[in-house]
């Protein structure tokens, strides 16, 4: 029994190279039937074989959708987006002149009639460095997918008290989109508004 065994396994071991291609052959048969049927399934489903990376879907018929990938081509918004209104600013200060450390009052508001305000800031004009968002734009690539109109509004009151005699220019800006830091928003925009106030000693 052990030499039969014994025999079996030598058999095996040492197939013959007609028996490997059949092998190779078979396999090669049953890999070709599962992709057909597969392919049948897709076609009869309306969809297409496609892979998906980042974002961006590849393959007969598809597009790329809201995606960073140069290989989708140029940027274009579906469906094209309407006119882009502007955004609206404004800073009113309480007085115009004013002695130093006496607040005086700035009222700020900002609108834009399509996009909400993502962000806003003020500048009294003493500052020892501007603290201003910056936009890092990722460029975009292929379809991206027009975002609906939504207004947008923000009020509020800033109260500041000069230490130093001066003219200051005080500035009030707001940007509208999608974020402060990047804007992937057909309807996002940026507006400053200013005003000039004079302090005397006290």
Partial sequence: MKGDVNVVWTKAAGTSTRARLIAVATAVAIAISV??????????????????????????????????????GPLRWQPAPGRNEPV????????LT???GRGIA????ATDP??????HWILFGDESSA??????MRHQYGRWVTPPKRAGSFTTTYTH???TPGVYHVQFGARSG??????YNPYGGESVATATVTISAS
């Fill in 98 to 100: 004013a002695v130093t």
């Fill in 178 to 183: 999608s974020d402060c830091s990047n804007d």
């Fill in 35 to 72: 992709i057909a049927a597969w392919s049948a399934l897709a076609s009869r489903d309306g969809a297409s074989p496609r892979l998906k990376d980042s974002g961006a879907r590849i393959g007969s018929g598809s597009t790329c959708v809201n995606s960073f990938d140069p290989a989708c």
């Fill in 88 to 95: 609206g600013t404004s800073v009113t200060p309480s007085a």
């Fill in 131 to 136: 603290l201003i968002p910056a936009i890092t």
């Fill in 114 to 119: 399509d996009a909400r305000i993502a962000c």
């Fill in 106 to 109: 700035f009222a700020v508001r």
């Fill in 161 to 163: 008290a000069y230490k």
